[in-house]
């Protein structure tokens, strides 16, 4: 059975940072690409970043390019998310999620963990 269990959220002022972590198991986790989705409340689920299985290709959502930076430990079955100059749009709840492929391209189909949840205020 697949699992994902995320960490790392919690409440911070603009401009702050956090690092988020999920842990995975059940499944090979270095064959794998993973991502990062959020979803705010309200609102539908946003793509945020991917990492393929080997680490060496990443990708970013416009609205966090620059900002946030995506990375894996295969050999500790982990992923993570740096986020840095948080703004207070970058609230949300944070899930990683697994991909079908080494690409860890992201479908409504994806396996996701049950999240972390980021709050961004003053």
């Known amino acids: 059975e697949v699992q994902l269990v995320e960490s790392g959220g919690g409440l911070v002022q603009p401009g702050g940072s956090l690092r988020l972590s999920c842990i995975a198991s059940?499944?090979?986790?270095?064959?794998?690409?993973m991502s990062w989705v959020r979803q705010a409340p309200g609102k539908g689920v946003e793509w945020v970043s991917r990492?393929?299985?080997?680490?060496?290709?990443?990708v970013y959502a416009n609205s966090v390019k620059g900002r946030f930076t995506i990375s894996r430990d295969n050999a500790k079955n982990t992923l993570y998310l740096q986020l840095n100059s948080l703004r207070t749009e970058d609230t949300a709840m944070y899930y990683c999620?697994?991909?079908?492929?080494?690409?860890?391209?992201?479908?409504?189909?994806?396996?996701r963990g049950q999240g972390t949840q980021v709050t961004v205020s003053s």
């Open positions: 999620a697994k991909g079908d492929d080494y690409s860890g391209a992201y479908n409504a189909r994806s396996t």
């Open positions: 059940g499944f090979i986790f270095s064959r794998y690409g």
């Open positions: 990492i393929t299985s080997g680490g060496g290709g990443t």
